[in-house]
């Protein structure tokens, strides 16, 4: 495989739509616009256009059509059209083991045992559609700049994205669920009649210097992570200390911080996996470990 495709297979399961018809199968990617406006206050719209031009150059020799773009406020959507036993379909949907959203798409098992510049790809390719960093992400000492990726409702790809950054070594730091006991620990929203209110995206976060060999190919993304990982190394380096003995440490290499938190009468809900539905957390760390992110 090449990276191209590796690129491509980490948008489509990232935020991409499969439809198919008797003889033509459409492939549709969404690249979401968080904000409208950078942290400096240029219009992302105008960055995210020049790096579908940038994508388009790289992606169209490998699909062998046009990359077709549509763009509105909020998102671009990026589209191609081929016959579906052009070889192309017929390996995206093996690769997707014919699902046909990305709210049911797995990580293919291609990838674990993949070169490490094939899987950097897909990573790329998954979180140019997922992820985000922004000043807002920074972590509470006020220095640690992070990349958020953000996963809508697929429990188990959060828990597979994670596995591949572990083989590429780059640690996540940490992993907001989308888990009543996490989201609404102390049922402060179930108690005012929102039932649902846990029922949000997964956030997994990586600090900006971590996520450097991944990158982004959307520009204001990447300007936004090289200038956030410059100024967290510049800073530890003027401290005389080496910015990766403070980030680059997996969960299970840190002391577990548990917060006792009261039964969620969600925690049964059926939109929870079965392999956690009904159980009860304190903290992040057990969540990943029984979805199979672990040492």
Known sequence: MNIQMAYLLGMIIGNGEIQRNNSATKILINIPHK?????DGNDVKIYVKASITDIKSALEPTIGTILNCTQNKSVSTIYFEKPNSD???????RMCQNERTFETMHVPQYFYTASRDEILYFLRGFCDV????????????????????EIMHNWYVAAEICN???????????IDWAHPNMRDG???????????????????????????????????KNNALEKFAN?????????????????????????????LRPS????????????????????????ANDLGYRE
Request: hydrophobic share 30%.
């Open 87 to 93: 070889y192309l379909i017929t390996e995206i949907m």
């Open 164 to 174: 591949l950054l572990k083989i590429v070594d780059i640690p996540v730091q940490t």
């Open 264 to 287: 969620h009468p969600g925690e049964s809900d059926v939109s929870i996996p079965s392999e956690i539905r009904g159980k009860h957390y304190d903290c992040w760390q057990d969540i």
């Open 231 to 259: 100024e967290m190394i510049n800073y530890y380096s003027r401290l005389g200390k080496n910015i990766s003995e403070k980030t680059h440490k997996f969960y299970w290499q840190k002391k577990k911080k548990r917060s």
């Open 35 to 39: 904000n409208e406006r950078t942290d």
């Open 186 to 220: 102390k049922l402060a929203k179930y108690n005012q009649g929102n039932h649902n209110f846990w029922k949000k995206e997964h956030q997994i976060k990586i600090t900006a210097n971590e996520f450097l060999p991944i990158g982004f190919t959307v520009i204001h």
């Open 130 to 149: 997922t992820a985000y960093i922004r000043k807002s992400n920074c972590y509470i000492d006020g220095i640690t700049q992070r990349v958020y990726i």
